[in-house]
């Protein structure tokens, strides 16, 4: 998975190169081990590197250009003509740049895989293409009249000061040049957006697939509730993301909400970090827990996902040292039960805990009193849609790429 951005200014005295730095930094939580840019001056300049947006070497200037920052591979991949950043899997990415430097639209038309892309070319346009499922987000803004942006949430967006217009449909390309903004529905819609973009993987202060990301969370939440209300006296949801499952659930119930952990270090997700000793320590680096909101009490600790339970079996360790009396969990999605085709990093089923045990044999696993998921039914209420691909969670997937 990743982070996409382009953008270009409508005058070439601009260098969007700073611009587009923070962009991709806004866009880090979507995959941070590798970055790359691309950079149109005279010529299209490009730079590469195995590690986040933030500590790339990034030295390049120029009036347009696009980034990456992403979790494996998928760095920009170019010609003297054009190059392209996607978020999401493309099959036969180097032939598809061929075909689409020779005619973009029958590209697209053609192209195999789930996902959606940025492209800047040596005319000096940024284009935005997001599949016929959008599976992958994409999104449209500006910087008052100076810039055109396009990026994978309007978070790219708002961090460096631009504004969020509007998202990219499915099956629309967006062509942003010094004369205009063009679009062109290439294919027919046939809306499956990711479940796991409004439970996890969006920013929370995100616009993605035609939802408000907090306020889904927060009806996440609030569905919880419906399903498993426990009589707590704590309800602590894991950071960040769960924080919002977390105020919607004791809102509902009229319960406590408390901040049961303070960070450590910087907010690099536990579940990308590659080998198990890095998520042990990455869960007890990241959140430490505060004794005098856990000690004594019966606490619903919400987290967003279970993958492998790791991360959640050290957190509960971690409340139950500090004196905590029970510990109920709460999952704000449905069980993940199978892989990810479309380029989010969902183990295979053999990793997936909740594919391999009963609910009663997890909880025994991660020492939790009770252990409740989301039910799919409650998935779709929360976000009013059914126009989702749950194919981690159900084994259906709308596409087969
Ligand atoms: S399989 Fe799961 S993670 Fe992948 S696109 Fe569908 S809902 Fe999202």
């Not at 209300?229 to 704590?234: F, L, Q, T």
Request: proline fraction near 4%; charged fraction near 25%.
């Amino acid at each position: 998975m990743a982070g996409i951005v382009g953008i270009l200014a409508f005058d070439k005295v601009w260098d969007v190169s700073k611009f587009l730095y923070y962009s991709m930094i806004g866009l880090q939580h979507r995959g941070y081990t590798n970055s790359g840019v691309v950079v149109l001056n005279e010529k299209m300049e490009s730079i590469t590197s195995r590690s986040s947006p933030e500590d790339l070497e990034f030295n390049l200037k120029g009036w347009a250009a696009i980034g990456y920052a992403g979790t494996r591979g998928g760095f920009p991949i170019l010609n003297e003509e054009v190059a392209l950043v996607i978020d999401g899997v493309l099959k036969d990415s180097e032939t598809f740049l061929k075909q689409f430097t020779k005619d973009r639209e029958r590209a697209l038309q053609e192209a195999k895989g789930s996902f959606s892309l940025v492209a800047l070319t040596k005319d000096g346009e940024v284009i935005g293409y997001r599949d016929e499922t959008g599976v992958r987000p994409l999104s449209l803004g500006a910087f008052g009249f100076d810039m055109g942006i396009i990026a994978s949430e309007p978070v790219g967006m708002s961090v460096i000061g631009g504004d969020f217009r509007r998202e990219i449909a499915p099956g629309e390309m967006v062509t942003i040049s010094t004369l205009n903004v063009k679009s062109k529905q290439i294919k027919e819609p046939k809306r499956a957006y990711c479940s796991i973009e409004y439970i996890y993987q969006a920013r929370i202060d995100s616009y993605v697939n035609e939802r408000d990301v907090y306020e889904t969370r927060i009806k996440i939440g609030e569905q919880l509730a419906e399903e498993k209300p426990i009589n707590a006296d704590s309800v602590i949801g894991v950071p960040e993301t769960a924080l919002p499952f977390a105020v919607g659930y004791s809102r509902k119930l009229g319960l406590q909400f408390d901040l049961g952990f303070t960070r450590t270090g910087s907010p690099i997700r536990t579940m990308l970090a590659s080998d198990s000793f890095l998520k042990v320590i990455g869960v007890q680096l990241k959140l430490n827990p505060i004794k005098s909101a856990v000690l004594g009490k019966k606490i619903v600790l919400i987290d967003d996902s279970m993958v492998t339970g790791t991360t959640i079996k050290n957190t509960i360790m971690s409340l139950r040292r500090l004196g905590a009396k029970e510990v109920h969990v709460l999952i704000g999605s449905p069980k993940l039960v199978s892989y990810c085709p479309y380029g989010i990093e969902v183990p295979e089923d053999k990793e997936l805990i909740a594919a391999n045990l009963s609910e009663a044999e997890v909880a025994k696993v991660l020492g939790a009193d009770s252990i409740h998921w989301l039910s799919l039914d409650g998935l779709f209420k929360a976000i009013s849609s059914r126009s989702l691909c749950t194919g981690c969670m159900t084994r259906r997937y709308p596409k087969v790429i």
